[in-house]
């Protein structure tokens, strides 16, 4: 039985909370037939007023998301009395031997403790680009939904939390007991944050490459080099894609690729286009490419994203 601590602090999101104890007690409810229970779960809350934060014992932290909506509530946050004393009780603890998971901005606190330094981690996608910044020693793996590092695992953005705890299960009680879990749940498995990334979002960081959105937009219907693109917004291509790797975290060509992504599920959730046609208008000669491309990134083919007739 592995001894669990859900370490809740003040104003974290119920909802990463609630998904957090659920799939542990689903593990729970499904291997109580075998009466040896994978998960014995404590509930740590740490709030604003002082008070230790006692993990001793504990051999998985789990931290759910602190439920920021900006990058200076983030920062308020995270200087708070309350992520203070989180933070080197998980430091503590993660010396004493204790496995680490958090996903969202959650993430941060393990970075602000120097936890993740030279580890492999996720976050939220929309503070990718500030995660980047204030944690160079840190490999992001932005479109990844969850980086199993172990000892330390984190995940994307808010609801990655179901498959943190998924990949929780799958490790200290066994991919078929995820599994169930999951089928239990009504869970699907979703590796990449990818689709749900807003590219828009992230190119508005910087007024360079919110001007190249445009004009990939504006542009999109035609084939052109990242050469083109990177004069277009007055840069070198290697400062461009510098640029464009600090803002967006991915390759000029990938961030190219997610804005004709983008637009053809729009055209595929609004309209009834043909897939060929709209191949086109969004700049792939071929319609294998585009078919090919969605069902990389959303493990789904195009007519998945029709409207309802």
Partial sequence: MTKVAVVEIEGCMASSAAITHDVLATANRISAAKRVLPFKVTRVRCGYRRGDVDLRGIELIVVPGLGT???DELDKKLMSPACRRAGDALTRAFGRGAMLAASCAS??????????????ATTTWWLAPLFRQRYPDVELMTEQMVVADWPIATAGAAMAQMDLMLAVVGRFAGPGLARACANYLLLDERRSQAPF?????????????AKAEKWVRDNIARDFAIEELAAAVALAPRTFARRIAATCGISPIQFVQRIRLETARFLLETTRLPVDQIARQVGYAEPSTLRRLIRRDTKHPPGHFRPVA
């Fill in 197 to 209: 990334m807003a590219i828009t979002y992230l190119a508005g960081q910087d007024p360079r490459i």
């Fill in 107 to 120: 993430t941060f606190l393990l970075a602000e403790a120097g936890l993740l330094d030279g580890r492999r």
């Fill in 69 to 71: 909506a900006s990058a």
